[in-house]
């Protein structure tokens, strides 16, 4: 990868950057974009645009955009981000994210459409006990994410965390024989001790 970049931070506090990169890449096998949708093994020279925009930090609610068009293998792709974030109270954070991957291939008739939806929330109710909590859906999997995290910090360098996991498949019949509706499901209790030499 190889191109030139500008960045730009503004008075206000909002900065950003603008990149045009050329890229070569050499794939020694298909890659795999979905089961309808792959590139075929070779060797492959594009440019891409890509734009990123963050508001101020010290405002209430923020907003970050990711904006990427171009050439992808030998057809074009057009993802854009989008991730707002809100300070409800200096104790709570939200955070929904969205993103979009669209890829065209024209020569071979292929495309390939993404949606990927997150909410993060983070939550502190002093400096020692805080707990954060993530939830995704990916349309291009048709699957749900949760995790959730309680994080005891009794002192620096001692930490006791409570985590849950789980994977929800939101379309079973997508696969033969028909997926089960959790994908996964993870309760784990970690502790973390870091000793002065």
Request: net charge negative; aromatic share 14%.
């Amino acid at each position: 990868m190889l191109g030139p970049s500008w960045d730009f931070a503004l008075k206000t506090g909002a900065f950003g950057q603008l990149t045009l990169d050329l890229l070569a890449e050499d794939l020694e096998e298909d890659f795999e974009l979905s089961a309808r949708t792959w590139v075929p093994a070779g060797t492959y020279t594009s440019w891409e645009l890509n734009g990123y925009y963050a508001s101020p930090y010290g405002s209430g609610l923020r907003r970050d955009f990711t904006l990427v068009a171009g050439q992808f293998y030998d057809g074009w792709q057009l993802p854009l981000g989008l991730t707002p974030a809100w300070s409800v109270s200096r104790h709570l954070e939200l955070k929904p994210e969205y993103q979009l991957d669209l890829a065209r291939f024209p020569d071979r008739d292929q495309h390939f459409l993404s949606h990927l939806f997150r909410l993060r929330a983070r939550l502190a109710l002093d400096t020692q006990l805080s707990a954060s909590a993530f939830a995704q859906y990916n349309s291009e999997e048709d699957a749900v994410g949760l995790n959730a995290r309680l994080r005891y910090n009794r002192r620096e360098g001692d930490n006791l965390c409570l985590v849950y996991d789980q994977g929800i498949n939101t379309d079973r019949q997508r696969a033969t024989p028909a997926l089960p509706r959790t994908a996964n499901h993870t309760v784990l209790l970690k502790y973390g001790r870091t000793f002065a030499y």
